[in-house]
């Protein structure tokens, strides 16, 4: 980790500049470390960027301190990957606030756009982690990425199913990335570690501190297609994620609970409001693998004719669909698979272009001009 990232870092520490108008900064600069060396007449062009920012880019002096933080980062083992690198998450850089850099322990891919948040109750019933359980194996076995903010109850369960079902994770912190928050989760840490990604937008050495955990939620959801609520009360930062989220023009699921239970109240108050009804995983699906194809994120169409390793189920519920286009139901009963293998097999072939969904949900084999 050399020089080049030390203009990034110097971002994150420039008065008066926060990731709202970084982000502007990189739309009139391209390459946002460019501000260093920019003119003041040129930093006044970029809009909204305030004097104090301008003024502190201009006269910016605290390189030493920088390149001890770069020390810091490199004994971590920790990773950093700047907002132009291509293997910055790209569903985070269309927020509007994404963070100049992100420190990482672990590796973060390409095919990570294929994830949903699960957050919830520190405390959470007997119920709330089952539900977050089963949410979390449901999804991680249909390839999705479990992202969740590593805490206690409800996000510590989400994590450690997905690891166990044999999927990924990304864990987003509200201090530094180089060690586990809460303490009790380090062995979770590690394990997140090594099957995803640990990540935070706070240098080494940050504090937990209470006024971070907001910030860091606009991140959980903006790495994903959609957060799901499992058990909240009224005032839970898991509201503050859902709200983001909708901000953010991402899907918003919540999980009925026990009528008159606090931890209950959050999650109906965002159905009352909107958010889709989930009780097991496919209410989860059948809503995000439209939103896939339509926001480019599925594999190029491909042939009709299935690769080699399409397993033989595939192959049969493939068939069917050539055919002539089927309900969901009679893709069921006609492949005598159970339910659950066929909206995996379902969501697998839409997502590689060769079946598409139909109103009511219909599916139907792609076919060549």
């Known amino acids: 980790m050399g020089n080049d990232y030390a203009p990034w870092l110097a971002l994150c520490r420039v008065k008066g500049l926060g990731c709202v108008s970084f982000k502007k900064l990189a739309g009139q600069l391209g390459d946002p470390t460019k501000a260093f060396s920019a003119s003041r007449s040129e930093l006044e062009a970029v809009e909204d960027l305030r004097g104090e ?3 502190s880019l201009v006269h910016f002096d605290e390189w030493a301190e920088i390149e001890n933080e770069l020390s810091r980062i490199r004994a971590a083992g920790v990773t950093l990957i700047a907002f132009t690198d291509p293997s910055y998450p790209a569903r985070l850089r269309t927020i509007a606030d ?6 990482v322990k672990g590796e973060l891919r390409a095919d990570d756009t294929k994830a949903v948040a ?5 405390s959470a019933s007997d119920y709330g982690r089952r539900v977050a359980r089963d949410l979390a194996r449901g999804l991680a076995s249909a390839g999705f990425v479990v992202v969740s903010g590593m805490a206690r109850g409800i996000d510590g369960m989400a994590h450690e199913t ?3 079902s044999g999927g990924r994770t990304i864990a987003v912190l509200g201090s530094g990335v180089e060690r586990a928050y809460p ?3 380090d062995k979770l840490y590690q394990r997140i570690s ?3 990604a640990v990540l935070s937008e706070l240098p080494i050495g940050t504090r937990p501190m209470a006024f971070h955990f907001p910030a860091r939620n606009r991140l959980i959801s903006g790495l994903s297609l959609g957060v799901v609520v499992v058990e909240a009360t009224e005032k839970s930062g898991s509201l503050i994620t859902a709200s983001l989220a909708v901000e953010q023009g991402r899907e918003v699921f919540a999980v009925p609970g026990e009528v008159g239970a606090s931890r209950s109240r959050g999650a109906h108050r965002l159905i ?3 958010a889709k009804l989930v009780e097991n995983v496919d209410d989860i699906l059948e809503e995000i693998a439209p939103q896939l194809l339509s926001r480019g994120d599925a594999a190029n169409a491909a042939p009709l004719a299935l690769p080699q390793s399409a397993s033989a189920a595939a192959r049969k519920v493939f068939a069917l669909l050539e055919a002539g286009s089927l309900q969901i139901d009679e893709v069921i009963e006609r492949s005598g698979l159970l339910a659950q293998r066929v909206l995996e097999i379902l ?5 590689q272009g060769y079946v598409r969904q139909l109103p009511g949900k219909r599916y139907a084999a792609e076919r060549t001009n």
């Open 53 to 55: 920012a301008i003024d």
């Open 98 to 103: 994404p963070p100049p850099v992100l420190y």
């Open 118 to 122: 699960i957050v919830g109750s520190r």
């Open 162 to 164: 997905a690891i166990n």
């Open 183 to 185: 303490p009790e989760h």
């Open 194 to 196: 090594n099957n995803g």
């Open 272 to 274: 009352r409001q909107g």
């Open 347 to 351: 969501l697998e072939l839409e997502l």
